[in-house]
């Protein structure tokens, strides 16, 4: 692919995911809501500004800027650094207590092994991914590799790194195959890749929710929860049931309730990537908190991923 073709698709994915954080952010943890109320939300905000999912990808971003790739002690130090200065971000429970343990000098792929039982399969790693999928978009094999390194920070199950190795993955298609390309090509590409039976069979229903209206049904068959299990095949399924529309495969996203920001922003990420940053409405992506910042890193990203 022309290198210059995939600038906009770089934009798109970065700004998609911190603008599907944003208009999520309000409905996380509520009950289902309808489109107009996510329209009338982000209406309201002079601002939009984003949360932890954003911030944690944006230290991912920087630190594969940084050193033209995956260093997991300079990308952890980049978390923990970033975590100090905006600790209000909305951060969950496990990651702060995994960054104490590193600035007291636990090695970086050990710190998370037991915040939870075999570690968190929480979606923190997924909601940050998609750098790593960018930066990876030309080898799969590299992108998984570094998908669970970067996991392994701070969510060691591996239900969490195969959840960010599929978001990663799912982001690299997009940025490659779309706008063009087939949603069953996509859909059996991600299955291809999958590794653990619960996202395959989780991505088998996908299929089944795509020529249904009722947005309803997404979170009743895959779940709308925080585990990584549940939100990823979720974003996944609410980009392919709209992948022509950036606005209507967010807005779904969003409007589904439960994790609705982590889902909202995976969801921006792949829909972002596919239809490059000329397919986001400008009137959001004008309100979005820090867009030049976020512009400059998907710039970063692309000179280095493709150096
Ligand atoms: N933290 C939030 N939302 C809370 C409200 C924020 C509020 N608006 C505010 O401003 O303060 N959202 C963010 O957290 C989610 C990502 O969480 P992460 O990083 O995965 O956290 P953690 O603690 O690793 O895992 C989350 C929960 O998953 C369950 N869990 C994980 N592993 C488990 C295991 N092995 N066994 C049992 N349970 C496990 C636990 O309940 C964890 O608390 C995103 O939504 C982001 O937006
Ligand atoms: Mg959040
Ligand atoms: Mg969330």
New binding site residues.
């Given amino acids: 692919m022309d290198p210059g073709a995939l600038q906009p698709k770089f934009r798109g994915c970065l700004v998609g995911l911190a603008l599907g954080?944003a208009l999520g952010?309000p409905f996380?943890?509520a009950r289902a809501v309808a489109r107009a109320e996510v329209f009338a939300a982000a209406e309201r905000r002079e601002v939009l500004r984003y949360?932890?999912?954003t911030h944690m990808a944006i230290g991912v971003a920087e630190s594969l800027i940084a050193c033209r790739g995956f260093n997991g002690r300079h990308m952890a130090e980049t978390f923990v650094r970033n975590f100090e200065r905006e600790p209000?971000?909305?951060?969950?429970?496990?990651?702060p207590r995994v960054f104490r343990r590193i600035k007291c000098g636990t090695p970086w792929d050990k710190a998370a092994q037991d915040?939870?039982?075999?570690?968190?399969?929480?979606?923190?790693?997924a909601?940050r991914a998609a750098p790593v999928g960018l930066f990876y978009h030309r080898d799969p094999e590299k992108l998984r590799e570094v998908a669970y390194l970067s996991g392994q920070i701070?969510?060691a199950?591996p239900l969490?790194k195969e959840g960010a190795a599929l978001e990663a993955y799912a982001a690299a298609l997009a940025t490659v195959f779309g706008p063009s390309g087939s949603s069953e090509d996509f859909l059996a590409r991600l299955k291809a890749f999958v590794t653990e039976e619960v996202y395959r069979e989780k991505l088998d229903r996908v299929g089944h929710l795509l020529g249904t209206a009722d947005a309803a049904a997404v979170a009743a068959r895959l779940g709308n929860g925080?585990?990584?299990f549940n939100?990823v095949p979720a974003a996944i399924c609410c980009f392919l049931r709209h992948p022509g529309s950036f606005e209507d495969a967010v807005v779904e996203a969003a409007s589904l309730g439960g994790?609705a920001?982590?889902i909202a922003?995976m969801t921006g990420a792949i829909s972002g990537a596919w239809l490059g940053i000329g397919g986001i409405p400008e009137e959001w992506a004008a309100r979005l908190e820090n867009r030049v910042y976020i512009e400059e890193l998907a710039l970063g990203l692309w000179e280095a991923a493709l150096a």
């Fill in positions: 954080d952010a996380e943890g949360t932890d999912d209000w971000r909305g951060y969950g429970p496990g990651p915040v939870y039982p075999g570690g968190s399969f929480g979606n923190g790693a909601m701070t969510h199950h969490g925080i585990e990584a939100s994790d920001d982590t922003s």
